[in-house]
Nanobody, 128 residues
Framework: VQLQASGGGLVQPGGSLRLSCAASRFTLDNYNIGWFRQAPGKEREGVSCISSDGSSTYYTDSVKGRFTISTDSAKKTVYLQMNSLKPEDTAVYYC??????????????????????WGQGAQVTVSS
């Protein structure tokens, strides 16, 4: 599946952004999907993932209560709504999707090494 990410940008602390990731040609039914990020000099981390059957959702601790992952009804696009943004959220954000039966935690874990299909990155900068 080919993935096209959009929605990054510059925002002040406390602001909001919504990242979108559109799948080409196929729907995301039965796909594990997720968002990952990598800040300069830091290891890539799983931010939020949804399992292929939709039964589990994972958020890394630092974004719980602030970020929300969702898909549209056609399951062609996955979103990451980011509220109350902090400077430490600054990173390049990547979407991912794989035809894989796994929990959301598994897909998001191990620095994205369980991911095979990546979208291009979207820069998010949180700064005053």
């Amino acid at each position: 599946v080919q993935l096209q990410a959009s929605g990054g940008g510059l925002v002040q602390p406390g602001g909001s952004l919504r990242l979108s990731c559109a799948a080409s040609r196929f729907t995301l039914d039965n796909y594990n999907i997720g968002w990952f990020r990598q800040a300069p000099g830091k290891e890539r981390e799983g931010v939020s993932c949804i399992s292929s059957d939709g039964s589990s959702t994972y958020y890394t601790d630092s974004v719980k209560g602030r970020f929300t992952i969702s898909t549209d009804s056609a399951k062609k696009t996955v979103y990451l709504q980011m509220n109350s943004l902090k400077p430490e959220d600054t990173a390049v954000y990547y979407c991912a999707a794989d035809l894989l039966w796994a929990t959301a935690y598994y897909y998001c874990s191990d620095s994205g090494n369980n991911v095979h299909s990546w979208g291009q990155g979207a820069q998010v900068t949180v700064s005053s």
